[in-house]
C-alpha cells in the first residue's frame, strides 16, 4: 500500500479533529499529515501521538498533497476544492458546496461507493442528518422500494459547528444555577439571544435548522430531501421533513416513516436494515449518549406504522462521525481500494 501525503482544511474544527482521529484509528497509510485552518489561532493539533502545526490556509502548499480533506466552510469549499481537484488531488469534501452539482458525485461509500470513478477527483459527503437514513434505509429501498418518507430530526447541536457549541456551553454555565424548585414553581427561564443560533438551546428545541425558504422548509430540511434522492438515485422519491435542534452535544437523532412500494414483513424489514445499520432491540434503543463517538447507524423500534406498507424507525448516528469525519475517511479508503491512487 502506498503512503500518501494529505491535507485537512479545518482541522481545528469539531469535525476537522474527528477526521485526523479516524485518520489514525483506521491507520490510514499517511506519510504526511498537512494542517490547515484560518490561522487565527496559532494551536496545534495532536496526530499519531504528537502536536502538528496548524498553518494558514495556502494553496500552494495544499495542491502537493495527493489527498485533500475539506472539512471548513461553503466559502473555502466554493473557492479551492474544484480548483486543486482540477490540479490532479483528491478532493473530499464534506461542506455543502458540491452537493448539488451534476459532476460530482455524493457518496456514503456503503451506499454508492461505485460512483466513485475517477471522473471527477472531487467528491462530496453528504449532510449529517441525510447519512443516518441514507444508510439504514438503503437496503428497504434498493429491495422493495421507498415511495415517500416522513422524516422528524433532533439534531445536536455540534452539528452547526464550534462556534454554536461555544454558544451552548455558555447559556448552560450561565443558566443552570436556576435550575431548582427552591420558589416551588419549575423555573421560567429568561436566557438571552445567542451569538449563532436562531434560538437559546439551554433547555430548549426549535424547528429551525439554516434558513427558511419562501415555502417555509428550512435549508436543512431541503438539503436531506435533495441529497438523498441524489445518493439514491431516487428522483421521484418524496419527502416531507422536520429539522430540529435539541441540546444534546453529538448524536442525531431521527424518526422516520417510510412507505414502501410493497408491503413487507416486520422480520424482512429487519433484515434489509441490518444490512447496512446496526440494528438494536426495542429496548436497547439507541440515543445521542449511547451512539457518541461510535461508527455505526444505530436502528431500532421496527414496526408498523398506517399499514403494512409503512415502515417506522428511530435511528441514531453521531454526526460528527459517520456524518461527517468517518464517511469522508472511508470515501479515502473506497479511492485507495478501488486502486485509483
Ligand atoms: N458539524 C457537523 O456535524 C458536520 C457534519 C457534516 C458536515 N459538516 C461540514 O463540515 C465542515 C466543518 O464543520 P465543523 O462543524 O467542523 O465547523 P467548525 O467547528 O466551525 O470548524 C470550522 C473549521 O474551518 C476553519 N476555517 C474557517 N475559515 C477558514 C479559512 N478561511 N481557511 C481555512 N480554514 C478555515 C476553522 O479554522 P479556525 O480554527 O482557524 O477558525 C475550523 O478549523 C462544514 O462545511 C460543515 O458544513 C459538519
Known sequence: MPKLSAAVVGATGLVGRELLFFLEKRKFPLQDINCFSSGKLNDGVFFLGKKRPVKKFSFNEAKKNQIIFFVSS?????????????????????????????????????????????????????????????????????KIGVKEIRLSSYQAVSGAGRDALEDFFSESKANIKDLSLKTGRVPILNIGKPSCLPRPIFANVFPQVGAFDAGGCSAEENKVSFELRKVWRAPHLKMSVMAVRVPT?????????????????????????????ALKHDSLYPTPLSCAGKEEVFVSRVRFGCSPAEIVLWIAMDNLVKGAALNSVQIAEEILRRGLI
Open 249 to 277: 452535544l453529538r448524536g442525531h437523532c431521527l424518526s422516520a416513516w417510510l412507505t414502501l412500494k410493497a408491503p413487507v414483513s416486520l422480520n424482512e424489514a429487519k433484515k434489509l436494515i441490518s444490512r447496512s445499520a
Open 74 to 142: 461553503d466559502e473555502v469549499s466554493r473557492r479551492w476544492a474544484k480548483k486543486l481537484s482540477a490540479l490532479g488531488s483528491w478532493v473530499i469534501d464534506d461542506s455543502s458546496a458540491f452537493r448539488d452539482d451534476p459532476d460530482v458525485p455524493l457518496v456514503i461509500p456503503e451506499v454508492n461507493g461505485e460512483e466513485i470513478t475517477g471522473k471527477s477527483r472531487l467528491i462530496a459527503g453528504p449532510n449529517c442528518t441525510m447519512t443516518g437514513l441514507g444508510v439504514a434505509g438503503y437496503w428497504l429501498h434498493k
